[in-house]
């Protein structure tokens, strides 16, 4: 688990320096991401290895993902705030 202070503006460097696939964990969990649904979670992980859960925050801020292989089973709730 690693608060990434912004997942979107450190993908390029993500994908140049081999970290997405670094380490022999199943599950890799990501807080303030930043993500939007303008980024793909394709470029989350291009090789199809994990499955990817994500929450998307509507400012653009914040945010949380979850990486996972895809041998295990997960399943997504959504919770009223």
Not at 47 to 71: A, H, I, P, Q, Y
Request: hydrophobic share 40%; charged share 20%.
């Amino acid at each position: 688990m690693f608060n990434s202070r912004s997942i979107v503006n450190k993908i390029i460097e993500l994908h140049h320096l081999g970290l997405l696939y670094v380490g022999t964990y199943d599950l890799y969990f990501v807080t303030d991401t930043w993500l939007h649904d303008g980024v793909c979670s394709g470029l989350l992980d291009p090789n199809s290895e994990f499955n990817v859960l994500r929450k998307d925050r509507m400012d653009g801020r914040g945010g949380v993902c979850c990486r996972d292989m895809k041998v295990l089973n997960m399943l997504m709730y959504y919770l009223a705030t």
